[in-house]
């Protein structure tokens, strides 16, 4: 078999993925609070992105924040969907896909991966500043402020109260709450078996990008950036696929021409020597047989 179709049939081990995922998050993470920038390019950055919206009429934050904001039954259920589905659906799915499709699961987790890489280009070239932090004066409410006594949040993002400072709350575009769920929604459409994950697939990503754009956390471009970044990820899969399978051969002990490795790590012994303990072979030409008892 090629080797290269064995290791895309085979199961990773759930160790050295849980171990790959948490180092890719952990610099991701860590990622996002180094390429923190100037405030006010942030902003300008931002007023830009929505003068761009207004022109083109695609300025639905406006309506949708009114909306969230005026209703807690709405605005209350947003938030929590904001701050949490982000880091338990996109999980789950990828549990899902290790034990029920594990033929998918490695270019799917390298699709994610990638992307997630690409969005952190993102965040370094095109600090923005999201809706909720603009002037007042610009018509944004910040409904995980105005609700947060209702969550675990404060008014800094969706991070646990206190732990504001342990995120960049200027890393919107693009925004990856709706590049992860634009992957989550595909996985669940291309390889769930029944309506209603298919359904779930389709609907997922189209509500988070109400969500988003609701609670003031992102512009409509930021979302489209978000799935431009899925679809650029995507593409380079196969290639980054290819590399690291070529390293990791590179890496792997070589054994020449299909040959089994020598135990003795490469010695040998000259004619009639044995190792300690050896037994001697009956079929040896230089042993005589031993004499019947």
């Not at 007023?47 to 909306?67: Q, S, W």
């Not at 003795?264 to 001697?280: D, H, I, K, M, N």
Request: aromatic share 10%; glycine share 10%; proline share 7%.
């Amino acid at each position: 078999m090629n080797p290269r179709a064995a290791r895309i049939g085979r199961r990773p081990r759930w160790w050295s993925e849980l171990l790959l995922i948490a180092v890719v998050y952990a610099a991701y993470s860590g990622g996002r609070l180094l390429v923190r920038g100037d405030t006010q390019t942030a902003v300008d950055h931002g007023l830009a992105i929505l003068r761009i919206e207004k022109l083109l009429y695609l300025n639905a934050e406006h309506p949708l924040n009114r909306l969230f904001t005026a209703t807690p039954a709405l605005g209350i259920p947003a938030d929590f969907a904001y701050a949490s589905l982000h880091y338990l659906v996109t999980p789950a799915v990828l549990v899902w896909l290790f034990h029920r499709r594990p033929a998918r699961y490695r270019a799917a987790r390298t699709w994610l991966m990638t992307s997630t890489l690409l969005g952190l280009v993102g965040f370094t070239l095109l600090p923005t500043c999201p809706p909720r932090l603009l002037d007042a004066s610009h018509g944004f409410v910040d409904t995980m402020a105005q609700f947060s006594s209702y969550g675990w949040w404060g008014a800094e993002a969706s991070a646990p109260r206190g732990m504001g400072a342990m995120t960049n709350q200027y890393a919107a575009m693009p925004s990856l709450h709706v590049g992860w769920a634009l992957w989550c929604g595909v996985m669940l459409w291309r390889y769930g078996r029944t309506p209603a994950s298919k359904a779930l697939g389709a609907a997922y990503p189209l509500l988070t990008v109400i969500v988003v754009m609701g609670t003031a956390n992102h512009y409509f471009l930021d979302a489209v950036a978000g799935a431009a970044v899925m679809g650029f990820g995507l593409l380079l899969t196969a290639p980054a696929t290819r590399l690291v399978d070529r390293i990791r051969d590179r890496l792997r002990p070589v054994v020449g021409g299909g040959r089994s490795p020598l135990v003795s790590g490469g010695c040998e012994t000259s004619a009639g020597e044995r190792f300690p303990g050896q037994r001697s072979s009956p079929s040896s030409a230089d042993d005589t047989p031993a004499p019947a008892r």
